[in-house]
């Protein structure tokens, strides 16, 4: 079983960056995939980021293509999530995910990920 926990949220104006750490507490880091996703408040749940259990591949929402970068330390069980260009509507609860890697590539898809942090908030101000 996986524990993870995020840090990093904070309130920023818009244009402005903001980084996402989120550590894993479990042997074998690398046997899972990892993803990030946020929650608006009265908005459902949806997927931000994943990558792979290696790192090499990396999967973005639209939204954040090109603004958000996902990225993984294997040996120190982290995970990141650097946000630049933040806009109000990337205002969210960010969640941390860990999952089963059964491949090379990742699915961001909740159901893709068993393993759930308790959330850092995002507030992006105008």
């Known amino acids: 079983q996986v524990q993870v926990a995020e840090f990093g949220g904070g309130l920023v104006q818009t244009g402005e960056s903001l980084n996402l750490s989120c550590i894993a507490s479990?042997?074998?880091?690398?046997?899972?995939?990892m993803g990030w996703f946020r929650q608006a408040p009265g908005k459902e749940r949806e997927g931000v980021a994943c990558i792979s259990w290696s790192g090499s591949y990396t999967y973005y929402t639209g939204g954040v293509k090109g603004r958000f970068t996902i990225s993984r330390d294997n040996a120190e069980n982290m995970l990141y999530l650097q946000m630049k260009s933040l806009k109000t509507e990337d205002t969210a609860m960010y969640y941390c995910?860990?999952?089963?890697?059964?491949?090379?590539?990742?699915?961001?898809?909740?159901?893709?990920?068993?393993?759930w942090g308790q959330g850092t908030e995002v507030t992006v101000s105008s």
């Open positions: 479990a042997s074998g880091f690398d046997d899972y995939v």
């Open positions: 995910a860990a999952g089963q890697s059964n491949g090379a590539e990742c699915e961001l898809e909740s159901r893709r990920f068993e393993y």
